[in-house]
């Protein structure tokens, strides 16, 4: 197993999963994703996630990302458990869930971590750009349900960013203005950015976000 580091190609590889199998940079395509592992099936936890990410899937094919759930259970496991995501979540599971059962991605994801519990995966998650390339990775305890909320939040600063010459403040919201990229010089500020600046000290300008109207 290689450490992955932000920037990196995303390991390809090809899995069984409930729609099939996968071969994961195929897969994408030219889509954005997330592939992201869950410690086991039939687990309270993970039924809220995993309805959440079914509510939740317009918003990620409005952003183009491809959403994809793994555990180290099975197929069977897998199908069964959907019946029941979708009955108490009141939803319909829309995206794959790899069965990693002999632990190939998790083993190349490093999704399974000996401290926590040496067969099971945790909550990794990885979100892989249109290059192909590793753009975030955040990996919670199994006692932590994830925030989706803050996920597309993520996906809207990463995809923002990529495009323009800004980075987002704390606790960034889509709307919300950005900071001129340190890399401008204050004097380019306004061909860059029409929408105009406000510089509150010479290494921090903010300006409206650029990508709206
Ligand atoms: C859960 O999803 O609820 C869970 C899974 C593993 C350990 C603890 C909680």
């Not at 899995?15 to 997330?34: C, P, V, Y």
């Not at 923002?160 to 203005?177: C, E, I, M, Q």
């Not at 061909?191 to 010479?202: H, M, N, Q, S, V």
Request: glycine letters at 6%; aromatic letters at 8%; hydrophobic letters at 35%.
């Amino acid at each position: 197993m290689a450490t992955i580091r932000l920037g990196d190609i995303a390991p390809n590889f090809i899995a069984q999963s409930t729609e099939g199998e996968i071969n994961f940079h195929e897969w994408l395509g030219d889509s954005w994703g997330i592939l992201f592992s869950h410690p086991a099936d039939y687990t309270p936890v993970c039924t809220t996630e995993l309805g959440t990410v079914a509510k939740y899937k317009p918003e990620f094919d409005k952003r183009n990302v491809k959403v994809v759930a793994l555990s180290v259970d099975g197929l069977s496991s897998h199908k069964g458990w959907i019946n029941d995501i979708n009955e108490t979540q009141n939803t319909t599971v829309n995206f794959p869930i790899i069965a990693d059962e002999d632990g190939n991605v998790s083993e190349l994801y490093d999704m399974i971590h000996p401290n926590s519990d040496s067969k099971l995966t945790v909550r990794s998650v990885f979100i892989i750009g249109a290059d192909k390339k590793v753009k975030l990775m955040i990996i919670y305890p199994a006692s932590t349900g994830r925030n989706f909320d803050e996920l597309l939040r993520v996906i809207d600063s990463l995809q923002l960013t990529a495009y323009h010459k800004v980075a987002t403040p704390a606790n960034w919201n889509s709307g919300d203005d950005c900071v001129v990229s340190p890399s401008i010089a204050t004097e380019d500020i306004s061909a860059i950015f029409p929408k105009g600046y406000k510089e509150i000290k010479p290494y921090l300008r903010m300006t409206p976000q650029p990508d709206l109207n």
